[in-house]
């Protein structure tokens, strides 16, 4: 083992996705001299824009799609020029109902037109009411945890003890979401719309609390839990974080994996696979923790597998809807597709044990009809779909058949809203291929390094302390020089900058300079 006695940098942040470039930034406007090296050739992690269909110049944001976790302190105090964009439906999701097409429309200011359509899908008001009341309360929770996100981790009964609604605080962090929402909601299709955001990107019933962090995160981002579009697409924020960055002085090497580390708690050596050696006093490993363990020779975290499949389209229009609604109002919000609340379970249960289910519960938005700047002057649109309970076991075997099946059961469950199949608002290339690209967990743990697919690196986690690490950032490992500054972090996951902005913090606490 070598230990360096003049290191090359004072920290050096592993993983240029868009937590590894807050942690550098805010460290270099600190004064640390620092370096972010990431194993791709271009930076951006799960945060980046693409264009996917080489014949067509529209930059899709490939992985993640929509921000609401990315505080605006980080924003601010970075100086980032980056914008986003309010839909103006929450979501739509369509349903078949005696055989007749409606819809349960949810707007983002919820108005009469919200209102009639709970009323003609459950047939009365109660559930309307509901709605508002939850979320609501919810927007007085999100009011008061936001900002501890960005603060070492309070004590779970201080915080528990400072919230005025004892009652929801009860319903959201100490019984299943998938109790609280069957006592709140009579409709199943309803239940389900409050359902998807407990398991976006997180294998679980709803009856396990990892549903109830997922869900917690999803209604907590900024303060208002709203989420909205990247303006420009995601790969905007990280051209933006890139140009901080730089301004701050920030070396970003690019192309180079970090394949061995070494050193004691003053230094640490870290290795290129192809030879190379940089030392620094400190490291952040904005990459997933497990690879870190595997690094340090220490025991690797169980973790669930990453269970959803994503796809990018380019439409030349947008599909009519069976219920006759206008598809600006439907698409330019998120598009429920078979994912009521018994869905949603029927479809865990099925894939958790070993079979891909036939009704696969999915979402689809439309980045452009908000944001048409990515598509350029094309006049076509984009689709944005994220499919659910699609684990990376069911694709270990025959990868590319399952793919296939899975896609075409996918498509099948759209299809059954739209006047014509979704293969006619396709937009084809040249050579007569639609316009549509599909990522299973197994190729986002190729093309990203996303451990079996997880999109959040792992498990979320509670945002405060539940037991002796009341005070800490949540950063911290059991080596002094070494904070985990990625979405695997404590308050990692998600678009959120969250992990890079307390690594840097605990790591400025120690005071090493
Ligand atoms: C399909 C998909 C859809 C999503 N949708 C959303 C969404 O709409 N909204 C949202 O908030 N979140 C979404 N997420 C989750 C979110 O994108 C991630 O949780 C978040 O981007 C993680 O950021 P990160 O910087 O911590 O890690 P990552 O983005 O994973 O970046 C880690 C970086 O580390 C690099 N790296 C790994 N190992 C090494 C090594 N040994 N040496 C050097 N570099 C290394 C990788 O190449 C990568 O660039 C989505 C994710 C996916 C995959």
Not at 15 to 37: D, E, M, P, S, W
Not at 322 to 341: L, M, N, Q, Y
């Given at each position: 083992?070598?230990v360096?006695?003049?290191?090359?940098?004072?920290?050096?942040?592993v993983?240029?996705?868009?937590?590894?470039?807050?942690?550098?930034?805010?460290?270099?406007?600190?004064?640390?001299?620092?370096?972010?090296?990431?194993?791709?050739?271009?930076?951006?992690?799960?945060?980046?824009?693409?264009?996917?269909?080489?014949?067509?110049?529209?930059?899709?944001?490939?992985?993640?799609?929509?921000?609401?976790?990315?505080?605006?302190?980080?924003?601010?105090?970075?100086?980032?020029?980056?914008?986003?964009?309010?839909?103006?439906?929450?979501?739509?999701?369509?349903?078949?109902?005696?055989?007749?097409?409606?819809?349960?429309?949810?707007?983002?200011?919820?108005g009469?037109?919200?209102e009639?359509?709970?009323?003609?899908?459950?047939g009365?008001?109660?559930?309307?009411?509901?709605w508002?009341?939850?979320?609501?309360?919810?927007?007085?929770l999100?009011?008061?945890?936001?900002?501890?996100?960005?603060?070492?981790?309070?004590?779970?009964?201080?915080?528990?003890?400072?919230?005025?609604?004892?009652?929801?605080?009860?319903?959201?962090?100490?019984?299943?979401?998938?109790?609280?929402?069957?006592?709140?909601?009579?409709?199943?299709?309803?239940?389900?719309?409050?359902?998807?955001?407990?398991?976006?990107?997180?294998?679980s019933?709803?009856?396990?609390?990892?549903?109830?962090?997922c869900?917690?995160?999803?209604?907590i981002?900024?303060g208002?839990?709203?989420?909205?579009?990247?303006?420009g697409g995601?790969?905007?924020l990280v051209?933006?974080l890139?140009?901080?960055?730089?301004?701050?002085?920030?070396q970003i090497?690019?192309?180079?994996?970090?394949d061995?580390?070494?050193?004691?708690?003053?230094?640490?050596?870290?290795?290129?696979?192809?030879?190379?050696?940089?030392?620094?006093?400190?490291?952040?490993?904005?990459?997933?923790?497990?690879?870190?363990?595997?690094?340090?020779?220490?025991?690797?975290?169980?973790?669930?597998?990453?269970?959803?499949?994503?796809?990018?389209?380019?439409?030349?229009?947008?599909?009519?809807?069976?219920?006759?609604?206008?598809?600006?109002?439907?698409f330019?919000?998120?598009f429920?597709?078979?994912?009521?609340?018994?869905?949603?379970?029927?479809?865990?249960?099925?894939?958790?044990?070993?079979?891909?289910?036939?009704?696969?519960?999915s979402?689809?938005?439309?980045?452009?009809?908000?944001?048409?700047?990515?598509?350029?002057?094309?006049?076509?649109?984009?689709?944005?779909?994220?499919?659910?309970?699609?684990?990376?076991?069911?694709?270990?075997n025959?990868?590319?058949?399952?793919?296939?099946?899975?896609?075409?059961?996918?498509?099948?469950?759209?299809?059954c809203?739209?006047?014509?199949?979704?293969?006619?608002?396709?937009?084809?290339?040249?050579?007569?291929?639609?316009?549509?690209?599909?990522?299973?967990?197994?190729?986002?743990?190729?093309?990203?390094?996303?451990?079996r697919g997880?999109?959040?690196?792992?498990?979320?986690?509670?945002p405060f302390?539940?037991?002796?690490?009341?005070?800490?950032?949540?950063?911290?490992?059991?080596?002094?020089?070494?904070f985990?500054?990625?979405?695997?972090?404590?308050?990692?996951?998600?678009?959120?900058?969250?992990?890079g902005?307390n690594?840097?913090?605990?790591?400025?606490?120690?005071?090493?300079?």
């Amino acid at each position: 083992m070598s230990v360096v006695s003049s290191p090359d940098y004072d920290v050096i942040v592993v993983g240029g996705g868009h937590n590894g470039l807050v942690a550098a930034t805010y460290l270099a406007k600190a004064g640390r001299k620092v370096a972010l090296i990431e194993a791709r050739p271009s930076l951006g992690g799960s945060s980046i824009s693409y264009q996917a269909f080489p014949e067509y110049p529209v930059q899709l944001s490939r992985y993640s799609y929509l921000v609401s976790l990315f505080p605006d302190d980080i924003k601010n105090e970075l100086g980032l020029n980056f914008r986003t964009l309010s839909r103006k439906v929450s979501s739509y999701t369509p349903v078949n109902q005696d055989s007749e097409n409606l819809g349960l429309l949810v707007e983002r200011n919820l108005g009469p037109a919200t209102e009639e359509s709970f009323r003609k899908i459950t047939g009365s008001k109660s559930d309307f009411l509901a709605w508002q009341d939850f979320y609501s309360r919810i927007e007085r929770l999100a009011r008061y945890l936001a900002p501890s996100l960005l603060k070492p981790l309070e004590n779970i009964e201080a915080l528990k003890a400072g919230f005025d609604d004892q009652q929801l605080w009860h319903e959201l962090f100490e019984q299943p979401i998938g109790v609280t929402v069957s006592q709140r909601f009579q409709d199943d299709v309803v239940r389900g719309v409050v359902l998807t955001d407990a398991l976006v990107g997180t294998f679980s019933s709803v009856d396990d609390f990892q549903a109830n962090i997922c869900f917690l995160y999803h209604v907590i981002g900024n303060g208002s839990g709203e989420w909205r579009v990247p303006a420009g697409g995601m790969g905007a924020l990280v051209s933006e974080l890139e140009r901080a960055a730089r301004k701050h002085g920030v070396q970003i090497i690019v192309d180079e994996r970090i394949d061995a580390i070494n050193g004691d708690s003053k230094s640490l050596d870290v290795q290129t696979s192809d030879g190379r050696t940089y030392s620094c006093r400190d490291l952040v490993w904005s990459a997933d923790d497990r690879a870190l363990a595997r690094l340090l020779s220490e025991s690797v975290p169980e973790r669930r597998d990453g269970s959803q499949i994503k796809m990018n389209m380019l439409l030349k229009e947008l599909p009519k809807l069976k219920s006759g609604i206008d598809p600006r109002t439907a698409f330019v919000g998120t598009f429920h597709i078979d994912e009521s609340a018994i869905q949603l379970e029927s479809a865990y249960r099925l894939s958790a044990a070993g079979s891909l289910p036939q009704v696969i519960p999915s979402e689809v938005y439309c980045h452009s009809l908000t944001d048409p700047s990515i598509v350029g002057d094309s006049g076509l649109h984009t689709l944005t779909l994220f499919a659910f309970h699609t684990p990376a076991t069911l694709f270990e075997n025959n990868r590319q058949l399952n793919t296939a099946k899975a896609t075409e059961r996918i498509i099948a469950g759209i299809n059954c809203y739209l006047e014509e199949p979704l293969e006619e608002s396709l937009a084809y290339d040249s050579h007569g291929r639609a316009c549509l690209e599909v990522k299973n967990p197994l190729d986002l743990e190729d093309e990203l390094d996303l451990p079996r697919g997880n999109i959040f690196h792992g498990d979320l986690t509670m945002p405060f302390a539940e037991t002796d690490d009341t005070g800490k950032w949540g950063s911290e490992t059991s080596h002094g020089n070494i904070f985990l500054g990625g979405a695997s972090a404590r308050r990692g996951g998600g678009v959120s900058g969250i992990a890079g902005h307390n690594a840097a913090f605990a790591l400025m606490a120690k005071g090493n300079l």
